[in-house]
Structures are given as structure tokens and as C-alpha cells.
């Protein structure tokens, strides 16, 4: 079954990077694209990147233009997302999700909490 | 402020139906296709609806989705307890290759 498992969350100052990743098992991970969807605490749902299957193509969010870089690494089935110059604002829970041309977002991680606080 | 409106609240009692909607523009939802999904308290969201109003595999019959131009609505029927939870609309802007979530239907089941 389609399994995505983030990590790399926690407690980071402002100003400090994060890495955070994401395993994916169960499904082809070369054939599909990604995303990474985020959500503050108390708060909706927030589009933050995309990346294409072959990661030659990326999109981001305004919020996370020039300071987030997303990745991904296929032989070994792994997302990334790199984030720089983090501020309060990114303080959230950081989903990955799968999409493809029809059904996008059909299959979400746990998510990983990312504290953003001095 | 999210591009996509949605009431902040629904509600309803067991067995009624309930039409949660969700509002766009022309550079989005009356451009592209119209997906919902669901968020029950403490779990990831789930996927309810895709290109408008086709359900995957394992979603009830009881949720429904449509579009009419800028506008989209996710339909519940015979209301149960168990889908307490946030609601959500999504779309792509444009086809510029960025997507948008409304801002979320919290929905009570009386």
C-alpha cells in the first residue's frame, strides 16, 4: 500500500534552515509528482511546493519563493524540502503528498510539526 | 485570505443533507477542476472528490461534488456523526502549475 512517512521536523530558530524529507513506499516514486502541503496550527490547508516526476520542473508558493527549495531523490524513493531564512510564519505541520495529472493529492504522509521559535 | 471561499461552518443532524460551497474566479476554479477533501480531527486530509464530481474508489455515495462556472459544491447526505471534520476545496490557478486551498468548512453534526 501507498505509504509516505515525513521527518525532519522540530524546533528551529528564525532565521535557521530545515530539512525535511519524506520516505515513500508502495508505488512507483519515479512516475509521480509531488507536493508538500502545510498547516499551521489552528489553521487550513496551505499549497507550499511541487515538484515533477522526473524533477526537472518545480513550483512554489509566494510565501516560500527564494527561501524553500523542494528535491527529490528517485532511486532511493525519497522527497526533500529545504528550508532557509525560516521565520514564525512557517511554524506548521508540513505534509508530502502524491498527485498525478487527475487526482491530485490522492495520498498524504502524517505530517511533520516544524516550530519556528527563538 | 484564501482565493477559494468557504463558510467557516455547517452543520446539520443525522440523515440531512448538507451543500458546503466553495468560491473561485476566473483564473481558477472557473479554469480548472474543482477536488475536496476531507480532515477528520487529528488525521491527515483525505481525497473526497477529483475533477469535479468523480469519487475515488473506497469514498461513500453520500458525498457529491459539482461545478458551475466559478462556483463548486461538495454535497453530504444522510449526515452521519462520524463525518465531523474540515472540509476543503482545492484548485490550480491558471494553469500556471500552483494550486490553492479554500480556506476550510468546519462541520458539525448536531
Known amino acids: 500500500q501507498v505509504q509516505l512517512v515525513e521527518s525532519g521536523g522540530g524546533v528551529v530558530q528564525p532565521g535557521r534552515s530545515l530539512r525535511l524529507s519524506c520516505a515513500a513506499s508502495?508505488?512507483?516514486?519515479?512516475?509521480?509528482?509531488m507536493h508538500w502541503v502545510r498547516q499551521a496550527p489552528g489553521k487550513g490547508l496551505e499549497w507550499v511546493t511541487v515538484?515533477?516526476?522526473?524533477?526537472?520542473?518545480?513550483n512554489y508558493g509566494d510565501s516560500v519563493k527564494g527561501r524553500f527549495t523542494i528535491s527529490r531523490d528517485n532511486p532511493k524513493n525519497t522527497l526533500f524540502l529545504q528550508m532557509n531564512s525560516l521565520t514564525t510564519e512557517d511554524t506548521a505541520l508540513y505534509y508530502c503528498t502524491r498527485g498525478t495529472a487527475v487526482r491530485w493529492f490522492d495520498y498524504w504522509g502524517q505530517g511533520v510539526l516544524v516550530t519556528v521559535s527563538s | 485570505q484564501s482565493v477559494l471561499t468557504q463558510p467557516p461552518s455547517a452543520s446539520g443532524t443525522p440523515g440531512q443533507r448538507v451543500t458546503i460551497f466553495c468560491s473561485g474566479s476566473?483564473?481558477?476554479?472557473?479554469?480548472?477542476?474543482a477536488y475536496w477533501y476531507q480532515q477528520l480531527p487529528g488525521t491527515a486530509p483525505k481525497l473526497l472528490i477529483f475533477r469535479n464530481d468523480q469519487r475515488p474508489s473506497g469514498v461513500s455515495d453520500r458525498f457529491s461534488g459539482s461545478k458551475s462556472g466559478t462556483s463548486a459544491s461538495l454535497a453530504i447526505s444522510g449526515l452521519r456523526v462520524e463525518d465531523e471534520g474540515d472540509y476543503y476545496c482545492a484548485t490550480r490557478n491558471n494553469n500556471l502549475n500552483t494550486w490553492v486551498f479554500g480556506g476550510g468548512t468546519k462541520l458539525t453534526v448536531l
Open positions: 476566473s483564473s481558477n476554479i472557473g479554469t480548472d477542476y
Open positions: 515538484i515533477s516526476h522526473d524533477g526537472k520542473n518545480k
Open positions: 508502495g508505488f512507483i516514486f519515479s512516475d509521480y509528482a
